[in-house]
C-alpha cells in the first residue's frame, strides 16, 4: 500500500482555516463575544499547526527509489558506520546490487559517528540451509558510502562471486 502525504497541501488548508479562526476571534472582540479569549486560543493552535504542517512539508521525508530492489530487513546497526541486512537466498546479483544501493539511500544519516571511518559500510547476507536442522549465514556482497555526503556518488559495491556460487539454485 502506497501512501502519498503532502503537507504542503495540508499547510495550505490549515493556513486557511488559522485566517477563517483569525477573522471570527476579531469579531468575537468587536461583538464582546464571551468565548472572544477561548478563539484566541483556538487561533493560537491553528497557527502552530499550520507551521508544524509547513515544516513537515519541506522535505523531512524523502525517499529514494532504486528499480530493481527487493525488500530488505536490518538485522545489525550499530548506529555509527555498520549496518546488516537479511535480503532472500532467491535474489540474483542484479537484484543484489540494486538493494545494496537502496540500503545505502535508506540508512543514510547526518547523524551516524564514523567511529575514525568516514564511510558507512552495509553487508547483505541471507540463510542457506546446507542440510536438515543446519542453518547457515552467508555475506552475498557489500556497499560502502560515504558519512558525510548524503548524494555520495563514489558507492564501494562489491559482491562476492564464491557466495552465489554456495546458494541452493543457480542465481547469477
Known amino acids: 500500500m502506497e501512501v502519498t502525504i503532502d503537507f504542503y497541501n495540508y499547510a495550505k488548508w490549515s493556513g486557511i482555516l488559522t485566517i477563517a ?99 558507512l559500510t552495509i553487508r547483505a547476507r541471507t540463510v542457506i540451509h546446507p542440510e536438515p536442522g543446519f542453518s547457515q549465514p552467508l555475506y552475498l556482497g557489500q556497499v560502502g558510502r560515504s558519512l558525510s555526503d548524503r548524494n555520495d556518488d563514489r558507492l564501494a559495491l562489491e559482491l562476492f562471486s564464491e557466495s552465489f556460487a554456495q546458494l541452493p539454485e543457480s542465481n547469477s
Not at 461583538?31 to 513537515?56: D, E, H, N, P, Y
Not at 523531512?60 to 545489525?76: E, K
Not at 550499530?78 to 542484479?94: C, H, L, R, W, Y
Open 21 to 119: 479562526c483569525l477573522v471570527i476571534a476579531g469579531l468575537g472582540f468587536i461583538f464582546k463575544w464571551g468565548i472572544r479569549f477561548r478563539l484566541v486560543g483556538v487561533t493560537g493552535f491553528m497557527g502552530v499547526l499550520t507551521v508544524g504542517l509547513f515544516a513537515l512539508g519541506l522535505g523531512l521525508f524523502s525517499h529514494t527509489v532504486i528499480p530493481g530492489s527487493v525488500r530488505y530487513a536490518v538485522v545489525y546497526d550499530n548506529g555509527a558506520n555498520q549496518a546488516v541486512i537479511a535480503v532472500p537466498p532467491e535474489i540474483n546479483k542484479s537484484e543484489l546490487s540494486a538493494t545494496l544501493r537502496q540500503a545505502a539511500a535508506d540508512l543514510y544519516s547526518s547523524g551516524r559517528l564514523g567511529r575514525g571511518s568516514d564511510r
